[in-house]
């Protein structure tokens, strides 16, 4: 609703409390103005007090019957057509009785509402010198007030409707503002709790790797060893083939449970095609991947560890760096595996960032330490306005 009182909402969206009041208003005062001046010239007993009472009819039921009309509130042509309706039906009013120029005041918020702001303002000019004309139609004297009245009401009118918009449109902006932060904090929930998990398969699965499959791969090592230092002939060599085909399986098992706890997108390929799926699935910038060298098997916890920070690097590309391009290098060399990901974005200052002072100053200290863990190189290369060059360098383990 663009005005102060309407007798339809201008949009889909029902109707305020304040809106429906409003509207309540502009019905009452309208039938209400046309009762005083039907009252009046009854209780004058004017000479024209029948065709006071018709005008007012007439002007009622055409009233009425636009409130009712959904093409009135849904056409801008059919609301002036009726706005024309109501203008003769008033200009009749007028023309038999000077009470008709109250009327004026609820035409000018109808015309405001149902045209737009230069034709409503036109609308409402033509209005007020009609209300004028037809006082001095009905008066011998021209008084100040006979001008004023009509011109003040009609001022008063756009005032009001133009303060109504602003402030309708202000808390639109508003309700749109807490829509849209309603729908970002649910994602960012979502976000953390599928973080959350992650992070704890990915804990769960360095455990099982480090302390289970490590321990039963040291317990067959020293039954191996006990194996080759007993007789062949010695009853204990049967309990030890038993206990370590006991520990084969239960390693087996263990490394099971490693790549049950391998993060999902490493799960139907190699890392090489799960960079190229993220990429495919950034929204905003374009991104491009390439594979340099010759890729090897990598373990587990260098896969996992350069996916994370692929995906924290993007992340802060869709959401800081404001950038076109960003480009995603995988490159295998003979003793280290390199991932950079570069952008054309805004950048900023990395010390900043390091020290956590800036916005989202957590993730790259969080990328940092994923690198160092695993015995790698993490350097970040940025200016304000120069985009962002982000790499870790892994070294690979003999068994990769």
């Known amino acids: 609703m663009t005005a102060p009182a309407a007798p339809l909402p201008s949009v889909s969206r029902a109707l305020t409390p304040v809106s429906k009041?409003?509207?309540?208003?502009?019905?009452?005062?309208?039938?209400?103005?046309?009762?005083?001046?039907?009252?009046?010239?009854?209780a004058d007993s004017a000479p024209r007090a029948g065709w006071v009472i018709a005008a007012c009819a007439v002007l009622a039921a055409c009233y009425a019957a636009g409130v009712r009309a959904p093409a009135v509130h849904g056409s801008p042509r059919a609301g002036a057509v009726w706005l024309a309706g109501l203008g003769v039906a008033w200009a009749a009013l007028l023309a038999v009785s000077p009470d008709g120029l109250w009327i004026a005041f609820p035409l000018y918020f109808l015309e405001l509402h149902l045209l737009r702001l230069r034709w409503g303002v036109a609308a409402v000019a033509v209005t007020a010198c009609a209300a004028i004309g037809g006082f001095l139609a009905h008066s011998s004297t021209a008084t100040p007030g006979a001008f004023l009245g009509p011109l003040l009401g009609g001022a008063v009118a756009v005032a009001t409707v133009l303060g109504y918009q602003a402030l309708y449109r202000e808390s639109e902006r508003r309700r749109e503002l807490i829509e849209e932060l309603i729908t970002t904090r649910a994602e960012l929930a979502?976000?953390?709790?599928?973080?959350?998990?992650?992070?704890?398969?990915?804990?769960?699965?360095?455990?099982?790797h480090d302390t289970l499959a490590q321990g039963l791969s040291s317990i067959q090592l020293l039954l191996r060893a006990a194996e080759r230092a007993l007789p062949e002939e010695a009853p204990a060599l049967e309990h030890i083939a038993r206990a370590?085909?006991?520990?084969?399986e239960n390693l087996a098992e263990a490394r099971r449970f490693v790549r049950a706890l391998t993060p999902p997108d490493l799960e139907h390929g190699s890392l090489a095609a799960a960079l190229e799926r993220l990429c495919a699935g950034v929204p905003g910038p374009r991104v491009r991947f390439s594979?340099?060298?010759?890729p090897r098997v990598l373990p587990t916890p260098y896969e996992v560890a350069l996916l994370r920070i692929a995906q924290s690097a993007l992340a802060n590309v869709v959401r800081h760096a404001r950038a076109g391009r960003a480009e995603i290098t995988l490159t295998f060399m003979d003793a280290s595996v390199t991932l950079d990901i570069v952008d054309d974005g805004h950048g900023f200052d990395p010390s900043s960032a390091a020290s956590g002072s800036g916005d989202g100053g957590f993730g790259l200290p969080a990328m940092r330490s994923r690198a160092e863990?695993?015995?790698?190189?993490?350097?970040?290369?940025?200016?304000?306005?120069q985009g962002t060059a982000v790499a870790v360098t892994l070294p690979l383990p003999l068994e990769a």
Not at 244 to 248: H, K, L, P, T
Not at 291 to 294: A, E, I, Q, V
Request: glycine share 12%; hydrophobic share 50%; proline share 2%.
């Open 244 to 248: 370590r085909e006991a520990a084969q």
């Open 190 to 208: 979502a976000a953390e709790r599928g973080a959350g998990i992650l992070a704890e398969r990915e804990r769960l699965a360095r455990e099982i």
């Open 373 to 385: 863990t695993l015995g790698g190189l993490f350097t970040v290369e940025s200016d304000p306005g």
């Open 291 to 294: 594979l340099s060298g010759s």
């Open 21 to 42: 009041v409003l509207r309540l208003c502009l019905h009452a005062l309208l039938f209400g103005l046309l009762a005083l001046a039907a009252g009046r010239a009854v």
